[in-house]
């Protein structure tokens, strides 16, 4: 059991670039979150996959940003045409969802600065 | 109006003693989770304690423990015996019944260990 691993763990860009960030979950983990966390505050959900499924989006995930995990295993989170205030720690977490609690076990995060 | 609360932005405790950390929610529905997570400076957060609605018995897990007062709706975290190593941004979140499995974050505190 490797963790969660998230890559690049940070990227500087220039305002209107695309990023994408990858998210390798733990293995037997068939759910898939993408969490954004700015500075100073908690983190804030953006959405979340079951297998390649994709079951819930936040209104904080506009047209720009985009998800996927098209063979249900690593996961992908694009954001097309970055502004400044998309800069924020981006955090990747996965889950065995019958488990009682379903606790996400989170990666260390993919830190975005956008110049 | 906020879901989690967690009006501490800092506290600090001496090493060897112990430390409640606030946590207030707010939610209509009978069922749900609550659950604490640590964030060093690394920045993974990584999975204290949870508390079911339903749970009777305060949730325990080594030298944390959660003050569960549901009629309050506060869900304070305990650790007992600091250690300089629990130095960290502490998260309280909820995570409520239906459809969703988004957790929602409060803001956080900063716990600071001294010697």
């Known amino acids: 059991d490797t963790g969660v691993s998230q890559d690049p763990r940070h990227k500087i860009t220039k305002r209107g670039q695309n990023v994408t960030f990858r998210c390798d979950p733990i293995s037997e983990h068939n759910r898939l979150y993408w969490y954004r966390q700015t500075l100073g505050q908690g983190p804030e959900f953006l959405t979340y996959f079951q297998n390649e499924a994709q079951l819930e989006k936040s209104r904080l995930l506009s047209d720009r940003f985009s998800a996927e995990r098209p063979k249900g295993s690593f996961s992908t989170l694009e954001i097309q045409r970055t502004e400044q205030g998309d800069s924020a720690m981006y955090l990747c977490a996965s889950s065995l969802p019958w488990a009682s609690a379903n606790v996400l076990t989170f990666g260390a995060g993919s830190r975005l600065t956008v110049l | ?115």
């Open chain 2, 1 to 115: 109006a906020q879901k989690i609360t967690q009006t501490q932005p800092g506290m600090f405790v001496q090493e060897k003693e112990a430390v409640t950390l606030d946590c207030t929610y707010d939610t209509s529905d009978q069922s749900y989770g609550l659950f604490w997570y640590k964030q060093p400076s690394s920045g993974e957060m990584i999975f204290l304690i949870y508390q079911g609605s339903y749970d009777e018995q305060n949730a325990t897990e080594g030298r944390y423990s959660l003050n569960f007062q549901k009629a309050r709706k506060s869900a304070n975290l305990v650790i007992s015996a600091s250690q300089l190593g629990d130095s960290a941004m502490y998260f309280c979140a909820m995570r409520e019944g239906g459809n969703t499995d988004k957790l929602i974050f409060g803001t956080g505190t900063r716990l600071q260990v001294f010697p």
